[in-house]
């Protein structure tokens, strides 16, 4: 029974992969004919058009293949031999463990190329951007830090702190000590609670702000890091001391 529904969820995942590719390659088709310009062999003899409407914007091809590896790699190599300005792995932190998260991207990094950027779209918790990073990602998206700014919870270093709890009522402590953004140096998470309990909106836009800093900060500091040559270190003391992996990522505000 079990392997019944194994093949039926893998043939599933190949047809989705297959209709993604399709997909990929109508659009492709359908640049084509709208604007005549450069055009790129791919390996199986077709020709493909790649353009953008705006020279200042760059083309990234997207990887699918849910948690499979062998798809994944299917994907990857059919997505660079188009010739893309960079790549995307998508289709992942979409609910599905972490592990088989970081698998997907393992199964899809080694085939795009080093000299073009590579995008994880959709990611991720502070921990896990570090991680993707890690296994050669350069570029992130995320509704996080504004999402759960929303629902009352900053972000910080050791973890989220949901700034509702009655814990902060009397904190005299910016949401995080040593950050430069307005909400830290002006305000205190003792104020930010009382300005969310009173449903002021202010409280809900300073939370806002520090998360943005951040994560713009936390990136800022991967890149330091690589340059110095200690982002292993860096990494691995940072995801140690974040204590709370396990926020809620599916709480939609
Ligand atoms: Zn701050």
């Known amino acids: 029974m079990r392997t019944v529904s194994l093949r039926l969820r893998v043939r599933g995942a190949k047809r989705e992969n297959d209709n993604a ?8 088709e359908r640049r084509k004919r709208r604007t005549p310009n450069i055009e790129r062999p791919t390996s199986n003899g077709k020709v493909y058009q790649l353009s953008t409407l705006n020279s200042n914007q760059l083309l990234f091809g997207i990887v699918q293949g849910a948690t499979f590896d062998d798809l994944r790699r299917q994907s990857a190599q059919a997505i ?5 300005d960079g790549y995307a792995i998508g289709g992942v932190s979409v609910g599905e463990p972490e592990e088989e998260m970081m698998r997907a991207v393992e199964s899809a990094e080694p085939f795009l190329p080093e000299d073009k950027p590579r995008y994880a779209m959709g990611l991720g918790t502070p921990p896990q951007m570090l991680e993707m ?8 998206d995320c509704v996080l830090p504004t999402r759960l700014a929303r629902n009352g919870t900053a972000f910080a270093t050791t973890g989220t702190l949901n700034l509702k709890n009655a814990e902060f ?3 005299e402590r910016p949401i995080e000590e040593n950050c430069v ?19 002021e909106i202010l409280g809900l836009r300073l939370i806002t702000l520090h998360n943005l800093h951040f994560y713009l900060d936390l990136m800022r500091q991967a890149r330091c890091e690589i340059e110095n040559g200690t982002f292993d270190q860096f990494r691995k003391a940072f995801v140690t001391g974040y204590k709370t ?4 990522l599916t ?3």
């Open 21 to 28: 590719l399709g997909e990929t390659v109508q659009t492709m």
């Open 80 to 84: 660079v031999d188009l010739d893309f």
């Open 133 to 140: 990073i890690a296994r050669g990602m350069d570029m992130f």
């Open 169 to 171: 009522t009397l904190d």
């Open 181 to 199: 953004c307005y909400a830290c140096s002006e305000f205190s998470r003792g104020y930010i609670r009382h300005l969310i309990k009173a449903e």
């Open 245 to 248: 992996r396990d926020v809620d």
């Open 251 to 253: 709480e939609r505000i």
